[in-house]
């Protein structure tokens, strides 16, 4: 049985109910940047002009909290799935078979459109991809699907649903192209569905590497960061403090922490003016200072150009009147990236840096100044990898104009609050097969008032770094060897005070717990193999072909 039916049947709706959508129910729109920094955003702390994004933080809220995965897919499938990464994702989880022809996914773990459809909504799917299957095979009624938007913003492989490539001229851009595709999806809605509401899940590639920007977005911050990412980092704290968003002291930057991958090939393409450790900026030749300071100001266009589609997107909104009765979300997949590569068409050091026959990447230093301030960076799973503003703005359902939430939250809280809010819930059984409790909850109670949603922990695990964190209590460890490391964040978000020495049966407790989730995460894992399932999974190790 599809899944759509089964899912028809659990509701309790008819065909006819499902082709008369209830017009109160609020239309969503979610947008997901990529290796976003947590002070990137001007209502953040950043220094970066991102105008529409603050207008929607002043008119809405601004999660101070909110958690991803560390890494693009798994993000993305604890956002469209509600469930960790682990426990839908079978190659995910080290010692679990694979899953032969059923795939990766279980059969009882649809994507969050199908979730929706029985309620009446159409959805829309415009950007970047990396989940498993294809958009249209899980509910979405269009899509455009970035290919390869990791290795070239000016040449990336867009596909829509008819399996046609956008058409791309000597003024591609894919932060635009994905722009406009929403736009256009939102424009046949109002003219042939504007009866029933939508999702609009739309995933930009910005400012995920390689650094490509428009030469007069670029120009905007030419000599912006001239003063080095310590400088910036200190601005961007002292704003974030004022703002309320954080009460703690800005951590120290790792000297000897780099890149989470390896690859010495690439530094002799790039030149002496690359460097792979966050060094103080005084430290830095002036050839080093100039090529660092050139990376962040690209950096800083792809946010600054993100952020203008947004507000193309939203005009749109306003246009079609829906504006007041979409619940828009923002997030980013993970923190920013330290990674230093090249790959794609390869690196010209003659060109003119972030045009399309360049490759340049943000690297540890201004990665560590774009994740201010909070601890590393992404695949880590210290608070600087996992942490990302975190946006909610629904002028009809949030009566809340520009407050702050502190209350602690995770990407896998997305589908049960949608499905709150559209009057939805979660069937008993999909594809015969039953469906396990989620771990996410409903954040709807957090947008009337903080603190109103609690849990007993969020649980984490990429390659080998894993934590834990229930209450201000958090266990984090980085690589498969490293002890755990505990924090009291409620007074260190930096993760500056280690005090695993000072409450060792707090770190064991925490551990017994991380390792329960784990073993369950296991079987859940292991629960619905088909029979034709292969041999055990090998785990995701750090290795050229895994990064991203």
């Known amino acids: 049985m599809k899944i759509i039916a089964v899912l028809l049947f659990a509701l309790g709706m008819s065909c006819g109910q499902v082709s008369a959508a209830t017009p109160t129910k609020p239309n969503i729109l979610f947008i997901l940047a990529d290796d976003l920094g947590y002070s990137d955003l001007g209502c953040y702390g950043g220094e ?36 960790y990464a682990q426990e839908v994702r079978r190659d995910a989880m080290p010692g679990v078979p694979r899953s032969g022809s059923q795939g ?33 095979a899980n509910g979405f009624d269009h899509s ?82 001239r003063s080095g990412w310590n400088t910036v980092a200190a601005e961007r704290h002292a704003r974030m403090t004022k703002l309320g968003i954080v009460q703690h002291a800005l951590p120290q930057m790792e000297r000897a922490v780099g890149p989470p991958y390896d690859f010495p090939a690439a530094f002799p393409i790039l030149g002496s003016g690359e460097i792979n450790r966050p060094l103080p900026w005084q430290e830095l030749t002036d050839e080093q200072r100039e090529f660092q300071a050139t990376k962040m100001a690209i950096h800083a266009a792809m946010v600054d150009r993100m952020d203008q589609e947004i507000g193309r997107v939203v005009d749109q909104l306003k246009n079609m009147g829906a504006f007041e009765n979409t619940l828009i979300l923002f997030a980013s997949d993970n923190g920013a990236s330290a990674e230093i590569m090249v790959r794609g068409d390869g ?16 690297g540890p230093g201004w990665s560590s100044a774009a994740n201010t301030p909070l601890r590393r960076h992404k695949t880590w799973v210290h608070e600087g990898g996992i942490n990302t503003p975190f946006i909610a703005h629904w002028p009809a359902g949030i009566a809340a104009r520009g407050e702050l939430r502190h209350n602690p939250a995770h990407l896998v809280d997305v589908v049960p609050t949608l499905l709150e809010l559209a009057d939805g819930q979660r069937p008993a059984k999909v594809n015969g097969l039953p469906v396990p409790p989620p771990p996410g909850k409903s954040l709807a109670p957090v947008f009337k008032k903080d603190h109103t949603v609690t849990r007993e922990y969020f649980w984490w695990m990429h390659e080998a770094n894993r934590a834990l964190r229930s209450g201000d209590w958090k266990i984090v460890a980085a690589g498969e060897k490293s002890p755990w490391e505990l924090y009291d964040l409620a007074h260190d978000r930096g993760e500056s005070r280690n005090l695993a020495d000072k409450y060792p049966d707090k770190v064991r407790e925490l551990a017994a717990l991380w390792d329960q989730h784990t073993a ?26 895994k990064a991203e």
């Not at 105008?51 to 693009?72: E, H, I, M, S, V």
């Not at 690196?347 to 943000?362: I, K, M, N, R, V």
């Not at 369950?520 to 072909?545: G, I, N």
């Open 144 to 225: 455009f699907e970035i290919g390869g938007g990791q290795n070239n913003f000016f040449k990336a492989a867009g596909v829509t649903d008819d399996g046609v490539q956008i058409a791309q001229t000597k003024d591609y851009y894919i932060t635009v192209a994905a722009a406009e595709h929403a736009i256009k999806c939102l424009k046949e809605h109002a003219e042939k569905s504007s009866d029933r509401p939508f999702f609009h899940y739309l995933c930009f590639t910005s400012p995920h590497f390689p650094l490509h920007a428009l030469p007069q977005d670029i120009a905007k911050y030419r000599d912006r960061y």
């Open 48 to 83: 970066i002009a991102t105008p529409n994004l603050d207008a929607l933080a002043k008119n809405g809220l601004r999660f101070t909290q909110f958690y991803n995965t560390a890494r693009c897919w798994p993000s993305r499938a604890a956002l469209l799935t509600g469930y």
């Open 347 to 362: 690196h010209d050091p003659q060109a003119a840096p972030g045009s399309a026959t360049t490759y340049l990447c943000l």
């Open 520 to 545: 369950a995460t296991r079987e859940l894992a292991m629960r619905d193999l088909p029979p034709d399932a292969k041999s055990p999974a090998t785990p995701k190790k750090q290795v050229k072909k």
């Open 104 to 136: 990766v996914r279980p059969g009882w773990a649809p994507l969050l459109p199908d979730l929706l459809k029985p309620l009446g909504y159409r959805a829309y799917h415009s950007g970047k991809w990396h989940v498993d299957g294809k958009p249209l």
